[in-house]
């Protein structure tokens, strides 16, 4: 099972896309301090078996594939917040490149046991953890939203 921890904003990703996309006075939208859940996280770490773990920051979704050669379906991903959707609409970003530059909305992913789901998610869900997707066989990221499926590619500039 996989879930997420929500990011509090845009926090590094992208942010010079961002700015060179997003009018100025957008600017303020991209300043959103960090949120820091070291806390929650040790906890998890002490009471379950975590099998990984990836911060989705610089590279975005990609970074899960530095977890296991298997792959991943995110199929329960958060609303993306209107920041994200401004710049997408005034860059012309594609869906890839949203969901390889920028968090998205996730701070955090965390690979656990089916066993373990239930328990970390009533524990866990005032500190904003909610299962996304799950482990698939088809190694790379998916992104399924709502039957839109597309695999996340690696670009090299």
């Not at 990836?54 to 975005?60: C, E, F, N, P, S």
């Not at 996304?132 to 709502?146: F, H, L, M, T, W």
């Amino acid at each position: 099972m996989f879930y997420l921890i929500y990011s509090s904003g845009i926090h590094s990703n992208g942010l010079s896309l961002a700015r060179d996309i997003l009018p100025k006075n957008m600017w303020l939208n991209l300043l959103t301090p960090t949120r820091i859940y070291v806390n929650p996280i040790l906890d998890i770490l002490s009471k379950y078996d975590v099998h990984g773990m990836a911060h989705i920051t610089g590279g975005g979704f990609l970074n899960l594939n530095r977890l296991t050669d298997y792959g991943f379906t995110l199929d329960s991903l958060p609303e993306v917040s209107p920041i994200f959707k401004k710049i997408q609409e005034l860059g012309s970003v594609s869906d890839d490149e949203m969901y390889r530059t920028f968090n998205m909305g996730v701070g955090l992913c965390l690979v656990v046991s089916k066993g373990d789901c239930e328990s970390i998610l009533s524990t866990y869900k005032d500190f904003g953890v909610y299962k996304i997707g799950y482990i698939c066989d088809d190694s790379g990221v998916y992104i399924d939203r709502q039957g839109d499926c597309f695999k996340l590619t690696r670009v090299i500039y």
